[in-house]
């Protein structure tokens, strides 16, 4: 019989992983120029004249040139990367966003733009002196159609202020993600985001209805229609979903919302191995049907790091591997029969080895809290390699087994992640970076990755840190069209140099 543990939410402390750093010299990060070994490249080198055209465009306030200021916008959230920008830009508008990119086109001065600065592969911060342009004052909501779900907004809009605003709605944004008290629309349009319930509402390029971009050039690109069906001519909208910031700037949004669902209910399950986690998906799957909204796994070395670091409670005893469940529905006597019926037939089979099932906000909210924090556990105590690819499911967990024989202490090897859509990650994380650990696993991660058709990034992009290894999941003659489309939508390379484009195509 499955236990329905109480959850002691006072032992579920809930922490701050965005809190703002404070960055004394001892921890800062080594410069990613100096740490990867890149060249700069051929770009203007900032001036005074420039730095007083900007305060022209914008006010002063919002250029920041002090050193302890730019600090923060130069350091990734996972510390892998650091850069040497000496200038941060704060737009409030597309008008002035064209304004800075025109300028800045015609002197070849090059521009990382930035989200919350969340992402994990080294895309969000400048590689050399770039100049940041960060969105995070143009965060306005613009409309919201309650009837097609239809929201318009700015793309420094922040996805936790969006979904409580639309729920106030009776609507939800499609995504949901552990870094949603930070991210940016714009940033989450970027990367092409997928998250925690990618299996229910799908990816962004179904959700984003239309959206305004502006060219390195300067050019407002305006594609932000709210409708459903539009079939003139070229898709524009998907070549800045997911391009992370090298064809243009997104600077508007419109998303359809789903409407916020009546009964929700997750579920925590304790399970015995890897396969038994699929064979519980597949269930899931067949009794659970249209009302499964995730599926996530984490194994126990993901789960018992994470409670350590953060000092959380775990809400049932230890397993060799966990899964959380989570379902919306419309009604709520249907739902719990279907999730009954669920329940029943994997305890019967032994998949469930113990659980618990909450309705509860506050207990889903601590659940949920727990696999949020995977991403940040290890941070403090080392480094972290982070690694995000896509499989096949029979091959899902192997790598973690792979890896762990190939490193043994003292690095440790966390798997966990959307099997719902076929996405781990895997997190080595090592008392401290070295190349020769780097070597060590890149490239033989993507080979592994490669040889079973996987995606060697499923959902993070590719950022600073892939472009080198992006041949393991593109073919040549897709790299050099995406080359030809860089150099159309921005000839002088100015936007996020030394990201996602490899330099040679092999
Ligand atoms: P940033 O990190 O600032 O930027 C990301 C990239 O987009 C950069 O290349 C940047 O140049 C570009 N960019 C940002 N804004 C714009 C803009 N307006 N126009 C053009 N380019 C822009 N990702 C997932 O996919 N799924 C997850 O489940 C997930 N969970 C996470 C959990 C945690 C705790 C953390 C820290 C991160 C997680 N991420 C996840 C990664 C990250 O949060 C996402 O990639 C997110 O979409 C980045 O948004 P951002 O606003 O922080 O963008
Ligand atoms: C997640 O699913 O938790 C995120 O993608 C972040 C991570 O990889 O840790
Ligand atoms: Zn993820």
């Known amino acids: 019989m499955i236990k329905l543990i109480t959850i002691l939410t006072s032992n579920v402390k809930r922490i701050n992983v965005f809190s703002q750093a404070k960055y004394s010299t001892t921890f800062l990060p080594q ?24 305060k022209s465009v914008l ?11 730019v600090l923060p916008f130069n350091i990734d959230w996972i510390k892998n990367c650091r850069g040497q920008s000496q200038l941060v830009l704060k737009p409030k508008t597309t ?13 070849h001065l090059a521009i990382c733009p930035q989200g919350g600065n969340t992402g994990l592969v080294g895309g969000s911060v400048p590689v050399f002196d770039e100049i940041v342009l960060n969105f995070g ?45 930070s991210c940016q629309i714009g940033g989450n349009v970027s990367t092409n985001a997928g998250g925690l319930r990618l299996l229910r509402y799908g990816n962004l390029h179904g959700s984003v209805l239309g959206l305004e971009a502006v060219k390195a050039d300067g050019t407002v690109v305006n594609c932000l229609r709210t409708l459903k069906k539009d079939n003139t001519g070229y898709h524009l909208k998907h070549l800045f979903i997911g391009s992370e910031g090298t064809l243009g700037v ?43 909204s995730a599926f996530e796994m984490a194994d126990n070395d993901s789960i018992s790091a994470t409670l350590d670091s953060f000092k959380l409670a775990n809400p049932i005893a230890e397993y060799p591997f966990y899964v959380l469940l989570e379902t919306h529905g419309s009604n709520e006597a249907h739902d719990n029969e279907k999730l009954s019926r669920f329940l029943t037939q994997g305890m019967e ?28 556990a290890g941070l403090a105590g080392g480094y972290v390699f982070k690694y995000d690819v896509s499989l096949p499911l029979s091959r899902y967990y192997a790598l973690v087994h792979t890896l762990r024989e190939r490193f043994s202490h003292p690095a440790r090897v966390y798997g966990y992640g959307h099997v719902g859509d076929g996405n ?26 490669a040889k079973v058709g996987g995606s060697i990034s499923a959902e993070h992009g590719i950022g600073f840190r892939k472009p080198q290894f992006i041949h393991y999941s593109k073919d040549k003659t897709a790299l050099n069209l995406m080359k030809d489309l860089k150099k159309s939508m921005d000839p002088n390379g100015i936007l996020n140099p030394y990201k996602v484009l490899p330099d040679v195509v092999t």
């Open 31 to 54: 410069f990613s120029s100096e740490k990867y070994d890149v060249k700069r490249k051929k770009f203007g080198v900032l001036n005074s004249t420039d730095v007083d055209y900007f």
């Open 59 to 69: 006010s002063e306030d919002r250029v920041l040139t002090e050193e302890s200021d």
């Open 95 to 107: 008008e002035e966003v064209s304004q800075i990119l025109s300028y800045c086109n015609e002197k």
């Open 137 to 181: 004052l143009m965060n306005n909501i613009i409309s919201l159609d309650d009837i097609s779900g239809a929201l318009v907004c700015e793309a420094g809009c922040v996805l936790e202020n969006l979904d409580n605003y639309v729920r106030d709605h009776n609507l939800i944004m499609p995504l949901d993600l552990g870094a949603k008290g």
């Open 250 to 292: 997104v600077t508007k949004v419109a998303i359809h919302c789903p409407v916020l669902p009546k009964s929700v209910s997750l579920g925590y399950f304790g399970v015995e191995s890897f396969e038994n986690v699929l064979k519980l998906y597949q269930n899931a799957k067949s009794s659970l049907g249209e009302i499964l």
């Open 349 to 376: 089979r032994g998949l469930i080895l113990d659980g618990t099932v909450t309705s509860e906000l506050t207990k889903m909210k601590n659940i949920w809290h727990i696999r949020e924090s995977i991403a940040g």
């Open 424 to 449: 781990i990650h895997i997190n080595v994380i090592v008392p401290e970076y070295s190349k020769e650990i780097t070597a060590k696993l890149e490239p033989f991660i993507f080979e592994e990755v």
